[in-house]
């Protein structure tokens, strides 16, 4: 079956970077796009980035342009949020998802949560002053 797994989140200071993992099994990665979501405290859901099946595209949220970078490494199944320049905004618990069809493109379909089909189980960031 489908499984995402996260990892790497951890508790650091403002300023500081972390690298995110999400090791997929189950299903053939390089032909699926693959997103990062987070859910700050008291808050809703919201994207942060997308990556294309073959990594030709991707898309960021505008409060995390230009310090964090998603990446893939298709012969390894796992894709990579390399989160730098952390906030404490940027505390949430991070998921990666998988989009739910693989002839999807575009930000439309990329960036709405509801196109993802299978998610993993989080890892929480908490990012202090």
């Known amino acids: 079956q489908v499984q995402l797994v996260e990892s790497g989140g951890g508790l650091v200071q403002a300023g500081s970077s972390l690298r995110l993992s999400c090791t997929t099994s189950?299903?053939?990665?390089?032909?699926?796009?693959m997103g990062w979501f987070r859910r700050p405290p008291r808050a809703e859901q919201e994207f942060v980035a997308a990556?294309?099946?073959?990594?030709?595209?991707?898309y960021y949220a505008d409060s995390v342009k230009g310090r964090f970078t998603i990446l893939r490494d298709n012969a390894k199944n796992t894709v990579y949020l390399e989160m730098t320049s952390l906030r404490p905004e940027d505390t949430a618990v991070y998921y990666c998802?998988?989009?739910?069809?693989?002839?999807?493109?575009?930000?439309?379909?990329?960036?709405?949560?509801?196109?993802?089909?299978?998610w993993g189980q989080g890892t929480q960031v908490t990012v202090s002053t």
């Open positions: 998802a998988r989009l739910s069809n693989a002839r999807y493109s575009g930000r439309y379909y990329l960036q709405n949560r509801d196109k993802y089909d299978y």
């Open positions: 189950g299903y053939t990665f390089s032909a699926y796009a």
């Open positions: 990556i294309s099946h073959i990594g030709g595209t991707i």
